[in-house]
């Protein structure tokens, strides 16, 4: 009965902090794609973001299209040409 009463919160411990990080896809009004580690920050006009490497890095609000967490974003297919029918 021990084990279990020290297993269990052990187990929702790591669940937990699991969950919290978490990357996003900044998606650039120019179709660019920029991965970040933790949810980006908003302070006036600009996103505050972490790369990989632990660096932060600057965007104007004005250049982002979207942000979502990397799990549901769509990767877009740009190999198949649908032309409109007239």
């Known amino acids: 009965m ?3 009463s ?3 919160p052990c ?3 790591v669940m937990l902090l699991c969950g919290c990080t978490q990357n996003y896809i900044i998606t650039l009004n120019n179709g660019k ?3 970040t580690v933790g949810k980006p920050k908003y302070d006036q ?3 505050i973001v972490k790369d990989a490497s632990g ?3 600057y965007i104007p609000a004005g250049r982002v299209r ?3 967490p990397a799990s549901e974003v769509i990767e877009e297919d740009k190999t198949r040409f649908n032309p409109s029918k007239r």
Do not use: C, D, N, S
């Open 55 to 57: 660096e932060k890095g």
């Open 11 to 13: 187990v929702l411990a």
């Open 66 to 68: 979207e942000i979502a």
């Open 2 to 4: 021990k084990r279990l």
């Open 6 to 8: 020290f297993t269990l």
């Open 33 to 35: 794609r920029i991965t």
């Open 45 to 47: 006009g600009i996103y």
